[in-house]
């Protein structure tokens, strides 16, 4: 019995280590193969959670990212909305300044002007005055010579009636006063009532006669002329005083015009400069508005660009980070998957190397067994040569 005890127990010795192999190998390669699995779960967890925070990491970023670019942009149209406000706010302002001016200006030169107008007026209606006497005494000259001219007057031929008109008035003192003298001295001498007495008297009333009708003569005709003569001197001197005032108004006249002149081309300058300098301010303010407009469509259009590209750029970014996200699961969970396959098939070979070790151990027990034929308290040779006792 002790012999078969002790070959039971070298037969289960030489058996036992590679079963305890095959079961060992299999558990080991069962642990491995379930720590690959335990790899790949928890990568297949987390990975989706790393995606999720992508997601989530770039959907925030475009969020900033449109945010920012809309502030950008209200800050953009609030800067050109205040700045054509005060373009259009100094536009307005500039105009009216430049209407107050020329308004002034105008309020000015028609003040300036009616001055102007009023002291020509006054000045030369002053010398006009002057002259007026003298036109008026004229008037009345020329009046009184063409009444005398319509009467006859100056054309008529003198008659006794003028004769009697014009005599002095001491004529018949002087007469009856030369005839007694006359008569007086005839008497003196003796010959009142001679011949010679009246031959003498009628002489000299003869003499007188003519000399006092000669003298009648010369004093209507000077008369006549004195009186024609003054009324033409007066007439004269109204036509000089006439032409006097007449030049004076023509200096009122070419002085109001020159006046008039003036004031229609200081009225036209100041239109023409008012207008010259509206247009130039209403370009100033087209260009300013316009190169406001191009800067405010130019800044839009490049932050648009930049938004644009930075949101491609941002989606780009994602893509790559999620490929290599995904490339790089690949590559875990295939190199995971290649070492568990290579390792069950490192542990199947193993495996199969244990069962050959056993298969061959128990051959070589059973070889023994036939080499050894069992005899009675023999049950033939052990391992080590001996033979079972």
């Known amino acids: 019995m002790g012999s078969i005890a002790s070959a039971v127990g070298s037969i289960v010795g030489s058996v036992a280590s590679p079963v305890l192999g095959l079961i060992g190998g299999n558990q080991a390669n069962n642990q491995q193969q379930q720590g690959y699995s335990n790899a790949n779960g928890i990568i297949n967890q987390y990975y989706p959670k790393a995606q999720e925070a992508i997601n989530t990491g770039y959907g925030t970023a475009i969020n900033d990212i449109n945010q920012g670019y809309l502030g950008a942009s209200n800050q953009i149209n609030n800067g050109y909305n205040l700045g054509a406000a005060g373009y259009n706010q100094g536009y307005d302002t500039a105009r009216g300044a430049l209407g107050t001016g020329y308004n002034t200006t105008v309020g000015a030169l028609n003040t300036g002007y009616g001055n102007a107008r009023n002291d020509i007026n006054a000045g030369y209606g002053q010398a006009a005055a002057g002259f007026q006497p003298f036109v008026n005494v004229g008037q009345t000259g020329a009046n009184t010579l063409n009444n005398l001219i319509g009467s006859g007057y100056t054309t008529n031929q003198f008659s006794n009636k003028d004769l009697n ?70 007439t004269n001197a109204g036509q000089i005083a006439a032409a006097g005032q007449g030049s004076v108004y023509t200096g009122q006249a070419n002085a109001l015009s020159g006046l008039d002149t003036g004031y229609a081309g200081a009225l036209g300058n100041a239109a023409t400069g008012y207008g010259t300098n509206l247009a130039t301010l209403g370009t100033n303010y087209g260009g300013n508005m316009a190169n406001l407009g191009t800067s405010y469509g130019s800044t839009q259009a490049q932050m648009g660009i930049n938004q644009a590209s930075n949101l491609a750029n941002l989606n780009t970014n994602q893509a790559q980070t999620t490929a290599n996200l995904y490339t790089g699961q690949a590559n875990i969970l295939g190199n995971n998957n290649v070492n568990a396959g290579n390792a069950a098939a490192n542990a199947t ?41």
């Open 349 to 389: 070979n193993a495996q199969y190397g244990r069962a050959g070790t056993l298969a061959n151990a128990a051959g070589n027990y059973f070889s023994s067994f036939n080499q050894a034929p069992a005899s009675a308290g023999n049950f033939g040779p052990t391992q080590g040569g001996g033979n079972i006792a």
């Open 165 to 234: 008109a014009q005599l002095a008035p001491n004529y018949d003192f002087q007469l009856k006063q030369g005839q007694g003298a006359t008569n007086a001295l005839a008497n003196a001498t003796g010959g009142l009532v001679s011949g010679n007495a009246f031959q003498g008297l009628n002489s000299f009333t003869q003499n007188f006669a003519a000399n006092a009708y000669q003298n009648a003569f010369n004093n209507y005709q000077n008369q006549r002329q004195n009186i024609v003569g003054n009324l033409q001197n007066t």
